[in-house]
């Protein structure tokens, strides 16, 4: 990997306070029961979407042991790791970038004693693209599009690392007030499932406001799907409501269509 890939490039949608706060958490990315429980208990529903649009899109048995063998895959965002290591378990050539170089380091070690090869780097999306960086049959951009300094823009380096004919599949929270009262208000105040300050109600995104910078990228949305958490089963199910948490499906437009 060239060495300009390990800087972040004067063109940035990175938030220098965004990556701050999660460096503090960097250690607990791997404690079930630490700042990152909630990531934790939504992990299986957003695998389980992310193995099944995968598998659906390139034609793979998803019961298969390794489904996603052969298949290159981006995670922006990494944090320490949680997506990244069942990707790799399925079989996909995993890299995964974080602006935050302390949840690299993290994500490291946990791969390395988990006997994982996975290709981690401090990295911002814009110096991959800078660097040349092939691209990717999946680009995944999980709970990460709301802390950037620029979405849209984002959204497009993003989808440029998409190869034609490729998938992303971007998770996020909707602007709304049921997503402020639940997301926010409920999530880090009243069940404080989260420390407080982790999301700014601001930079939550409508789904429209996703579609459209992949639209204009050259991505068609193919799915939309809501994710809700249900009480009674302490579980997270995909849903029809979008309200609050969402995921959208898109495919890089091939340039013979």
């Given at each position: 990997?060239?060495?300009?890939?390990?800087?972040?490039?004067?063109?940035?949608?990175?938030?220098?306070?965004?990556?701050?706060?999660?460096?503090?958490?960097?250690?607990?990315?791997w404690d079930p029961f630490g700042k990152f429980r909630p990531?934790?208990?939504?992990?299986?529903?957003?695998?389980?979407?992310?193995?099944?649009?995968?598998?659906?899109?390139?034609?793979?048995?998803?019961?298969?042991?390794?489904?996603?063998?052969?298949?290159?895959?981006?995670?922006?965002?990494?944090?320490?790791?949680?997506?990244?290591?069942?990707?790799?378990?399925?079989?996909?050539?995993?890299?995964?970038?974080?602006?935050?170089?302390?949840?690299?380091?993290?994500?490291?070690?946990?791969?390395?004693?988990?006997?994982?090869?996975?290709?981690?780097?401090?990295?911002?999306?814009?110096?991959?693209?800078?660097?040349?960086?092939?691209?990717?049959?999946?680009?995944?951009?999980?709970?990460?599009?709301?802390?950037?300094?620029?979405?849209?823009?984002?959204l497009k380096d993003s989808a440029a690392l998409v190869k034609?004919?490729?998938?992303?599949?971007?998770?996020?929270?909707?602007?709304?007030?049921?997503?402020?009262?639940?997301?926010?208000?409920?999530?880090?105040?009243?069940?404080?499932?989260?420390?407080?300050?982790?999301?700014?109600?601001?930079?939550?995104?409508?789904?429209?406001?996703?579609?459209?910078?992949?639209?204009?990228?050259?991505?068609?949305?193919?799915?939309?799907?809501?994710?809700?958490?249900?009480?009674?089963?302490?579980?997270?199910?995909?849903?029809?409501?979008?309200?609050?948490?969402?995921?959208?499906?898109?495919?890089?437009?091939?340039?013979?269509?």
């Amino acid at each position: 990997m060239p060495a300009d890939a390990e800087t972040t490039p004067q063109r940035s949608s990175v938030d220098p306070a965004e990556i701050e706060k999660f460096s503090k958490m960097a250690a607990e990315w791997w404690d079930p029961f630490g700042k990152f429980r909630p990531l934790h208990k939504f992990n299986p529903i957003r695998l389980g979407y992310i193995r099944d649009a995968a598998c659906a899109h390139f034609r793979r048995d998803r019961r298969a042991r390794r489904p996603l063998e052969g298949l290159r895959l981006l995670d922006v965002g990494c944090g320490g790791g949680l997506v990244c290591e069942p990707m790799s378990r399925l079989g996909a050539t995993v890299v995964g970038i974080d602006a935050a170089p302390a949840n690299i380091e993290v994500a490291k070690l946990h791969a390395a004693e988990a006997g994982l090869d996975i290709d981690y780097r401090a990295a911002t999306l814009e110096a991959l693209l800078e660097a040349g960086e092939p691209p990717f049959d999946i680009v995944l951009n999980l709970e990460v599009v709301e802390h950037v300094a620029d979405p849209a823009a984002f959204l497009k380096d993003s989808a440029a690392l998409v190869k034609p004919g490729g998938l992303m599949i971007v998770a996020t929270i909707n602007r709304t007030l049921k997503a402020f009262a639940l997301a926010k208000i409920g999530a880090e105040y009243i069940l404080r499932w989260l420390p407080r300050g982790t999301h700014d109600p601001r930079k939550f995104l409508k789904p429209e406001e996703v579609k459209a910078p992949l639209a204009e990228a050259g991505m068609t949305v193919t799915a939309t799907a809501g994710v809700s958490y249900q009480p009674l089963l302490d579980l997270w199910r995909v849903t029809e409501d979008t309200d609050v948490n969402y995921m959208v499906t898109a495919v890089k437009r091939s340039e013979r269509i």
